[in-house]
């Protein structure tokens, strides 16, 4: 089980941090992924880490304004931004894999949280 908390209300500029949790499975070997939808818009992909936290994988949308980092002992995974705009207001969500390969599309995961809504007012 994947639960998402950190999101809330922003303005355009500020900086949010956003926690995965897990619970269940042997979490350390997982690949893990945030993934992002804006309202009317399909789900996209956000960032990536590999199981031991030493590969990351990111959106060119997002860039230099996210890093995403994991900590094993503590069964959980962080999506930093900074710089927010009102374009990247939707729900994230975390998502975990047990495949080999595959990163940036929903069909690489296994695992999926509920979400936690951004909103970036300008």
């Known amino acids: 089980q994947l639960v998402e908390s950190g999101g809330g209300l922003v303005q355009a500029g500020d900086s949010l941090i956003l926690s995965c949790t897990a619970s269940?499975?042997?979490?350390?070997?997982?690949?893990l992924g945030w993934f992002r939808q804006a309202p009317g818009k399909e789900r996209e992909f956000v960032a990536a880490v590999t199981w031991s936290g030493g590969l990351t994988y990111y959106a060119d949308s997002m860039k230099g304004r996210v890093t995403i980092s994991r900590d094993n002992a503590k069964n959980a995974v962080y999506l930093q931004m900074s710089s927010l705009k009102p374009e990247d207001t939707g729900v994230y969500y975390c998502a975990a894999s047990q495949r080999l390969v595959g990163y940036a599309r929903g069909s690489d995961y296994d695992y999926w949280g509920q979400g936690t809504q951004v909103t970036v007012s300008s």
């Open positions: 269940g499975g042997t979490f350390s070997t997982y690949r």
